[in-house]
């Protein structure tokens, strides 16, 4: 019920990882370093999401490949977008609706009951209302 998009804990996030894998989720490292533009963030999340050919490496792509994601077999999923700052830095607005696009299909998957966390590394103060898990 408290899956969503959430800032990535400073500590512990090997703990979390190895938890949710042991409870059958599916984990997903998609380290974001150095990527700057849109381009760079679809290529990076259609390799590490295994999108099918179908991808069209568009915000409207990605939002149709995180509520299939049919070609990952699991009980559901745990993604963490590691070293943000970059994207964020260079492409706020497209950082923020890339994460609206990743918070809806949460509560897409939510609704269907299938866990669905996505949690980023990037400073607190990047994005303010980007809560922290507590």
Same mark, same amino acid.
Request: charged share 20%.
């Given at each position: 019920?408290? /899956?969503?998009?959430?800032?990535?804990?400073?500590?512990?996030?090997?703990?979390?990882? /190895?938890?949710? !894998?042991?409870?059958?989720?599916?984990?997903?490292?998609? +380290? *974001? #370093?150095?990527?700057?533009?849109?381009?760079?963030?679809?290529?990076?999340?259609? #390799?590490?999401?295994?999108?099918?050919?179908?991808?069209?490496?568009?915000? +409207?792509?990605? /939002?149709?490949? *995180?509520? +299939? *994601?049919?070609? *990952?077999?699991?009980?559901?999923?745990?993604?963490?977008? !590691?070293?943000?700052?970059?994207?964020?830095?260079?492409?706020?607005? +497209?950082? #923020?609706? /890339?994460?609206?696009?990743?918070?809806?299909?949460?509560?897409?998957?939510?609704?269907?009951?299938?866990?669905?966390?996505?949690?980023?590394?990037?400073?607190?103060?990047?994005?303010?209302?980007?809560?922290?898990?507590?």
């Amino acid at each position: 019920t408290r /899956a969503g998009v959430y800032r990535a804990p400073q500590a512990g996030m090997v703990d979390l990882l /190895a938890s949710a !894998e042991a409870s059958g989720l599916a984990t997903h490292r998609i +380290d *974001l #370093t150095k990527v700057r533009d849109k381009s760079a963030l679809f290529e990076r999340l259609a #390799t590490a999401l295994k999108f099918p050919g179908w991808f069209g490496h568009n915000l +409207d792509a990605l /939002a149709d490949c *995180l509520n +299939d *994601l049919s070609w *990952l077999s699991a009980n559901g999923h745990v993604i963490l977008l !590691e070293h943000c700052d970059d994207f964020s830095a260079s492409q706020a607005e +497209d950082f #923020t609706i /890339a994460l609206h696009v990743f918070a809806s299909a949460s509560k897409a998957w939510r609704e269907e009951n299938v866990p669905f966390w996505v949690f980023v590394g990037v400073r607190p103060d990047v994005i303010a209302n980007l809560p922290g898990l507590a």
